[in-house]
C-alpha cells in the first residue's frame, strides 16, 4: 500500500470524499428516517 493511502485511510470519509459525500450521507440519512420512501424520492426529483 501506498503512504498516501495508509494516511488517507486514517482520515475520517467526510474529510476525504467532501461536500458531495456529507450531502449523500444526509440524504441516506433522512431518506432512512422515512416512512414514506417513494414520496421522499419524488420530492426529492421534483427539487433537484
Known sequence: M???R???SLL???F???ESFRRAKQ???VYTKTRDKDD????Y???N
Open 27 to 29: 440524504i441516506q440519512k
Open 6 to 8: 495508509n494516511l488517507a
Open 16 to 18: 476525504v470524499f467532501g
Open 12 to 14: 475520517p470519509n467526510d
Open 40 to 43: 421522499f424520492v419524488c420530492t
Open 45 to 47: 426529483q421534483k427539487r
Open 2 to 4: 501506498s503512504i498516501i
